[in-house]
């Protein structure tokens, strides 16, 4: 086998998810606001790929459309899209 070939795994994986059936989640408001805000951060690391940062940014914009009428939380997830706003490691903030 080539080495850029696909490991058995990962094509088997591939495979299935060509055919398999879409997902549909129910998350309460709280969960999917902690959920836009971890993927907020994981978008932040530098080995995200493209197709993943697309993904990520389809999630949020579903959320902030959720939270329409919610103008702190968008006024929160807007800050999670500033680095300068993360909070430092083993800060008490």
Same mark, same amino acid.
């Given at each position: 086998?080539? !080495?850029?070939a #696909?490991a058995?795994?990962? *094509?088997?994986?591939?495979?299935? $998810?060509?055919?398999? &059936? %879409?997902?549909?989640?129910?998350?309460?408001?709280?969960?999917?606001?902690?959920?836009?805000?971890?993927?907020?951060?994981?978008?932040?690391? !530098?080995?995200? #790929?493209?197709?993943?940062? *697309?993904?990520i940014?389809?999630? $949020?914009?579903?959320? &902030? %459309?959720?939270?329409?009428?919610?103008?702190?939380?968008?006024?929160?997830?807007?800050?999670?899209?500033?680095?300068?706003?993360?909070?430092?490691?083993?800060?008490?903030?």
């Amino acid at each position: 086998m080539p !080495p850029d070939a #696909p490991a058995p795994m990962t *094509e088997a994986i591939a495979n299935e $998810l060509m055919t398999a &059936r %879409g997902l549909e989640l129910h998350l309460t408001p709280v969960s999917a606001f902690q959920l836009a805000a971890l993927l907020q951060l994981a978008q932040r690391h !530098p080995g995200v #790929p493209p197709r993943l940062r *697309e993904t990520i940014d389809a999630f $949020l914009r579903g959320v &902030r %459309g959720q939270f329409a009428d919610c103008p702190a939380v968008l006024a929160a997830l807007g800050a999670g899209d500033d680095p300068a706003q993360d909070v430092p490691a083993g800060s008490d903030a």
